[in-house]
């Protein structure tokens, strides 16, 4: 009975939220303490938390820049109101130039976009974009089950005559058919690039179809296009398939993905695609954030916006971005800021740690894929450019299909783990395969899949294997190269990222090599070269130029140095000492004098959140270092976001490509402060803002999340939803204060008062315990759902918003916050 009277509480509740947008912003702040844990269960509604980060559109995008995102992780689509209706395609596999499939146009929704009442909004839990005005409707999709954009109109004048259109521009030479009610626009080639090239077929394909009354195709020139006439109601569809492509029978192909979707009911559409928009949002850690000045709710909704945009492109055989670009929301036809055919790792770690925490590991891979699947390849590439050494030197700048290389022209001079390329970018960044090992192996511990391990373990053991002959013992008996500090300091003695490279990974690529029964040589090897790994180096703080020592750390004066080779040209804005906090994890909160030293390097570091990848805010998260998250998030998003998409732009202001890796870095951080156990132990709220009140879920290592409610610096509500049976163990969320556990249902005791700092604690698979001051149980807090209010208006932090605001004669009408 109780859990009836639960659901239809929390059922009323939500029915009510519409109603209650004082109560959704303030009641923290106000002062009444609730919890949403209920029965065994962390009622948070997701519809309605998602969709206060709703993009809205007051008035018309016509500007492509004021793009909306959709996207199924393969094919993805920038819609704005030009034209009536534009659409940009793009898709994960045009390689080697990232060609886009096409523009779609739809001349007479000019009546709609144009009209005064105008209204739009991307809905993030649908995945759907809907708008509204002068009598009529729109709503569009990507398929999350198919590669289509669907656009279903109502309202228009059934006597009429509509045009639907895919178009391509010059420089392209598509083949055009017209057969019936299908228009295709059709282009393949050979990446056929002299030295950097595969020989592999590619290609796009457009096809466009409608669903009305008299649907003819015609296609001439660089277009493909549909004309009808809406149904008797006024109602139409048009249909834009763009699958993967390499050549072949366009018309053949298009009329079998269509198949009736013309003319199929909405349910049939729809169905499929809202079910897997449902189920992530259902999978994902949601978060609900306030403040009194709004600042923590905008930056709720930018991570909520990141998790949307990047489940739109990340579920292809290739990553959806490929040097921190949101690729498949592009909306400047074919242009490419940076190599297209290549993929930045560095510009890609934020994605996947934010996965991770977020509870989406499943996006990851494409990135392992990319990795995996040219396995032989960069074997191939390492013993050709790197000395015929063994193992994999994973270039950090990789092309698609495995090479080094970072330009097609003079491309030896321009690529990546080359020892012949010279002083350059990355000719000498040889810590990559060990990164990626790293995050592989945190996919095991996050997801405790085996088989995944036994599948990507080659990755590890090569990269094992590369860094031992890369970095041989000298006569000091440490081991020594001359390398890359990834892309600030070239070619220099022992850089930083070498040594925590080694310190992370050497364990772990031994205990994987163990516990898989596999390569027990090459784990005693790692064992030993863990005791041959130099120190971390040190420079002065004031000047970042002295050749220090450890020995110096007790003045207070001392940072850790990019290597140990000081006065040498910095290339980048790479905080590389702090590569030791994260994502390496070799310095923690409980490491002591070199916890007080990476504290020393973030206050002195030299460059501040600079560019729109900078991972400051993660780091001092790490460090405990709750109002450097605060201001470091802000003034990032204030001097980056430049697409009310919520996008960034690299270098700020508006530009021609947007940005995931800002948001990226934004969604790591708001979850690492919130909770964190990256060295398998759980701390909560270790770096949350005393301003922020928030709700949320993080997903930590064996299939385990734990929520939290917070307020005025402190948590309130902790709850641990164990996935699997093991042992944690728990930093004390009340330091100093007696603490103990319950179980989440039944309240027995299953950890005593303790006032501990750390303590242990035992799950058991599927079950939940509540973390809480003894004495004052979770639950005699009033139970309160956390729900949330549909946003109603574009949103604003300083000069950046999200969505646009409506111009009522002439003036902006704002929301107020």
Not at 458 to 470: D, G, T
Request: charged share 15%; aromatic share 8%; glycine share 10%.
């Amino acid at each position: 009975m109780a859990g009836r009277r639960l659901s239809l509480l929390f059922a009323a509740l939500c029915l009510l939220a519409p109603t209650l947008l004082a109560t959704d912003t303030v009641a923290m702040a106000a002062g009444g303490v609730t919890t949403a844990w209920h029965d065994g269960t962390f009622a948070l509604d997701k519809a309605s938390v998602v969709r206060r980060s709703n993009i809205v559109l007051g008035r018309p995008n016509t500007e492509a820049s004021q793009f909306a995102p959709l996207g199924n992780g393969t094919l993805g689509a920038a819609a704005w109101a030009a034209s009536g209706f534009t659409a940009q395609l793009n898709r994960t596999d045009t390689f080697p130039d990232r060609k886009s499939p096409g523009w779609v146009t739809i001349p007479g929704l000019a009546k709609l976009t144009g009209a005064p009442d105008f209204s739009g909004s991307v809905d993030l839990y649908d995945g759907t974009l809907r708008e509204s005005g002068g009598g009529m409707s729109l709503t569009a999709f990507v398929r999350a089950d198919k590669d289509e954009l669907v656009i279903e109109v109502t309202g228009a004048d059934p006597a009429g005559i509509q045009t639907a259109a895919v178009s391509l521009w010059p420089g392209r030479t598509p083949t055009l058919t017209a057969n019936g009610k299908i228009a295709t626009l059709a282009e393949s080639w050979i990446d056929d690039k002299a030295t950097t090239g595969s020989g592999q077929a590619f290609g796009t394909l457009a096809a466009i179809t409608a669903g009305g009354r008299n649907v003819a195709a015609t296609a001439a020139g660089s277009s493909a296009e549909v004309g009808f006439q809406p149904h008797a109601d006024g109602s139409f569809r048009v249909v834009v398939a763009a699958p993967h492509w390499t050549g072949g029978d366009a018309q053949a192909t298009a009329a079998v993905l269509f198949g009736g979707d013309g003319a199929a009911g909405r349910p049939a559409l729809r169905g499929a695609h809202l079910k897997w928009w449902h189920d992530f949002w259902g999978r994902t850690g949601v978060f609900k954030m306030t403040s009194a000045d709004g600042t923590a709710d905008y930056l709720e909704n930018l991570r909520t916006l990141f998790l949307y945009s990047n489940a739109a492109e990340s579920r292809g055989r290739l990553p959806g971005s490929h040097a921190g670009v949101g690729d498949l929301f592009n909306f400047s036809q074919d242009y490419q800021q940076w190599y297209p055919s290549g993929f930045w790792f560095w510009n890609l770690r934020m994605q996947t740690a934010a996965n991770l925490s977020s509870g989406n590991s499943d996006l990851n891979a494409p990135l392992y894929n990319l990795y995996l699947g040219n396995l032989d390849a960069i074997q191939a590439w390492t013993k050709a450019q790197m000395g015929g050494l063994e193992g994999i030197c994973v270039p950090e700048t990789m092309r698609y299909n495995g090479n080094g290389y970072q330009r097609d022209t003079t491309p030896k001079t321009a690529s990546s783990c080359n020892l012949a390329a010279g002083a350059t970018w990355n000719g000498r960044t040889v810590t990559t395969g060990a990164e990626i090992g790293l995050w592989i192996w945190q996919q095991y511990q996050h997801t405790d899949d085996l088989d995944f391990l036994r599948e990507h373990y080659p990755l590890i053991r090569e990269a094992a294997k590369f860094l031992l002959v890369y970095h041989p013992v000298g006569a000091d008996g440490y081991r020594h190269a001359i390398a890359n500090a990834h892309e600030t300091q070239w070619n220099v003695q022992d850089p930083t990222t070498d040594i925590v490279a080694m310190r992370a990974f050497f364990p772990v690529a031994a205990q994987a090599a163990r516990l898989l029964g596999s390569d027990l040589d090459l784990a005693a090897q790692l064992d030993t070269a863990r005791t041959q790994i130099l120190p971390l180096p040190r420079t002065d703080a004031a000047t970042h130029s002295q050749q220090l020592t450890e020995a110096g750390d007790a003045s207070g004066t001392t940072v850790i140095a990019d290597s140990y080779q000081q006065n040498v040209a910095k290339h980048n804005v790479e905080n590389i000492g702090l590569e030791a906090v994260w994502p390496y994890n070799v310095v923690t909160d409980s490491s002591g004098a070199l916890f007080d030293l990476a504290t020393r390097t973030y206050q002195n570091r030299q460059y501040r959140n600079s560019p729109d990848w900078s991972y400051d805010s993660v780091q001092a998260a790490r460090l405990g270092l709750a109002s450097e998250v605060r201001d470091g998030l802000v003034t990032m998003v204030k001097k980056y976001q430049g697409f009310v998409s919520g996008m960034a732009s690299w270098q700020g202001g508006s530009g021609k490509q947007p940005y995931i890796e800002q948001s990226g870095v934004l969604t790591a951080a708001l979850n690492e402060a919130l909770v964190q156990d990256y060295d398998g132990v759980l701390r909560v709220a270790p770096a949350w803002p005393a301003e922020w009140a928030v709700a949320g879920t993080v997903s930590v290592q064996h299939n385990t999340r734990v929520s939290v409610q917070a307020a005025n610096g402190k948590p309130t509500t902790v709850a641990i939803q164990a996935g699997s049976t093991h042992d944690m163990q728990v930093r004390n969320p009340w330091p100093g204060a007696s603490v103990h556990v319950v179980d989440g249902k039944t309240r027995a005791v299953v950890v005593a008062p303790t006032t501990a700092a750390q303590f242990g604690l035992t799950v058991a698979a599927d079950h939940a315990y509540l973390v809480e001051p003894t004495g004052t149980p979770t639950t005699a807090m009033p139970f309160a759902p956390v729900t949330g209010v549909r946003a109603t208006a574009a949103k604003h932090l300083g000069s950046v918003q999200i969505g646009l605001d409506h111009i009522s004669f002439g003036v902006v009408v704002r929301e107020k916050i």
